[in-house]
């Protein structure tokens, strides 16, 4: 049974701040379906900020021949187009079989926590996928000597690629640098691929963001040369204020229903005849989705949403 009253309406619409109603539009997003469903709801934007983030990795995907920013620890490194999690490449390490512990590490610059309040820590993260499904590895983030601090997961190699993760609570007095390794946990000869790598020192939280490179789209970009720099993710929309919708069909009866911030439905869904545009051309505030039904057959829509990161 519920337990939502009437009392609470208020509860249920959010009216903008004077602050956010004059907030100029600063995002946008693609609207496209090539075949809007019209036997089910099609969500085809959510709201969300997601979570802003700066990779410290200057070649996170190798995608650049570089890898110059690698140190190799008893073994051999190169960029290899045989695996890949993201992107066509990923970092191929060939262990000497000499011993355990052998892989490459990556050096941070150097970093301290916050002398105030609040929290700094240092996140690295990395995916990994076997030549073949044997051995096993680890992540750890060392001093500048190479010293263990923290050891993170480890993970049997398997020819799928599986996630790395280790966290460091920075202290809040002194600057240093850190090592974050990536090694074998015993002595073995089987190569790996090391794909999708992210450092990151995270103020105020110890979350691991998603990987964060450049060339991921919209929200996006590269301090400087594209792979070969950090880069960045700026936080998505998380209130809409104003779309345009494009029914690509040629007849008028493809009907396409958008509901703003509910399900899209017959009768309750602004209707878009096939061949029209429909435009917002005042400001609005929903803060959830935008979705689609087709009344009949299955047209192809295309627009673009306008938003704001903040409320």
Not at 41 to 69: D, Y
Request: hydrophobic share 35%; aromatic share 8%; net charge negative.
């Amino acid at each position: 049974m519920s337990t939502a009253r009437n009392i609470d309406w208020n509860g249920w619409e959010v009216d903008p701040s004077t602050r956010s109603s004059v907030h100029a539009y600063t995002k946008y997003d693609i609207l496209i379906d090539a075949t809007v469903a019209n036997d089910a709801v099609t969500t085809i934007f959510s709201c969300g900020r997601g979570i802003p983030s700066v990779n410290l990795v200057a070649n996170p995907s190798i995608e650049s021949s570089t890898v110059s920013e690698y140190t190799v620890v008893g073994s051999a490194i190169s960029q290899s187009t045989d695996q890949a999690s993201d992107g066509s490449n990923s970092l191929l390490v060939n262990p000497a079989n000499s011993a355990a512990g052998e892989g490459f590490y990556w050096t941070t610059p150097g970093m301290s926590g916050n002398a105030n309040d609040g929290e700094v820590w240092l996140t690295a993260q990395c995916e990994v996928r076997g030549a073949s499904a044997s051995g096993a590895v680890q992540i750890a983030i060392q001093d500048s000597s190479g010293t263990d601090i923290i050891v993170g997961n480890t993970i049997s190699l398997s020819t799928a690629f599986q996630v790395l993760q280790a966290k460091y609570h920075l202290p809040k007095t002194g600057s240093a640098g850190y090592r974050v390794i990536v090694r074998t946990t015993t002595q073995h000869n089987i190569n790996f691929y090391v794909d999708k790598i992210h450092v990151e020192q995270r103020f105020g939280d110890s979350t691991y963001a998603p990987y964060v490179d450049g060339a991921q789209g919209l929200n996006y970009e590269w301090e400087g040369t594209a792979n070969l720099s950090p880069s960045k993710r700026r936080a998505g929309i998380s209130i809409i204020r104003g779309f345009t919708l494009r029914n690509a069909s040629s007849t008028a009866a493809d009907i396409v229903y958008v509901g703003l911030d509910v399900d899209a439905a017959a009768g309750t869904g602004i209707p878009v005849y096939g061949g029209e545009t429909f435009t917002t051309n005042w400001p609005i505030d929903f803060r959830s989705k935008i979705t689609v039904l087709a009344a009949q057959n299955t047209p192809a829509i295309h627009g673009v949403v306008w938003g704001i990161h903040q409320g």
